[in-house]
């Protein structure tokens, strides 16, 4: 079968889809990024190799060092910043697992902590008054038991978006124990509740769902 010559790309061509490429490479998901390259306008990129042009400022990631989170939409920011949502979970546990696959799914911005010990038994008693889990914390709501339409009667009270908002390549951070690790009178005062509510103004949302009556945020 006789072969279709190929024509080779002009130099405008070449040029073109050599820009499309690093722009490509500059635009790419920053969890495989190796470089950090800074334009003349201070527009921050990051990339797996360094950039052929001569007029931006690139520096190495260092071994092991994550790119920088992206940040959230400006809605969603807000929603976190004014009610956070910590998640407490403990290991083999079905409704758990559950649990962070709906807020994960939503799109939902969280803390997670983990109920391991005695300590943090003892820490979720005072959170919650039980041991039942998961509990979810939206802002200084606490609510026992995964319920989808509950949790998501709530969230939708406190603003957050009904359907994802994360940004590509978002990372959840790692769970870490509900109790705060001891500490002596000598190097630190006594800690305070990792999951202990910021201070704030209450709020009295229209909720979006399901609330149950005495919703406190």
């Known amino acids: 079968m006789p072969r279709v010559p190929r024509s080779r790309p002009r130099p405008a061509m070449r040029r073109s889809l050599l820009a499309a490429a690093f722009v490509g490479i500059a635009t790419a998901t920053p969890a495989w990024a190796l470089f950090k390259v800074v334009a ?26 994550p790119a920088p989170q992206a940040a959230l939409p400006a809605d969603l920011a807000a929603a976190a910043r004014r009610f956070p949502v910590t998640l407490v979970v403990t290991a083999d546990c079905a409704p758990c697992i559950e ?44 609510v026992r038991g995964f319920q989808e339409q509950e949790w998501a009667g709530y969230l939708d009270a406190a603003g957050y978006p009904r359907t994802s908002r994360l940004p590509p390549g978002y990372r959840f951070e790692a769970a870490a124990a509900l109790a705060p690790p001891p500490t002596t009178a000598a ?13 704030g103004p209450v709020a009295e949302p229209s909720p979006g769902g399901t609330v149950v009556p005495g919703f406190r945020f």
């Open 40 to 65: 003349p306008d201070g527009t921050v990129t990051y990339t797996d190799r360094p950039p052929a042009a001569a007029n931006v400022r690139v520096a190495p990631l260092r071994a092991g060092e």
């Open 99 to 142: 649990a962070r696959t709906w807020l994960r799914a939503r799109g939902v911005p969280h803390a997670e902590r983990s109920v391991s010990s005695e300590a943090d038994t003892a820490a979720l008693r005072r959170l919650s008054g039980a041991t039942d889990l998961p509990v979810v914390m939206i802002g200084r709501q606490v």
């Open 187 to 199: 190097t630190a005062p006594a800690a305070a509740s990792p999951v202990a509510p910021p201070p």
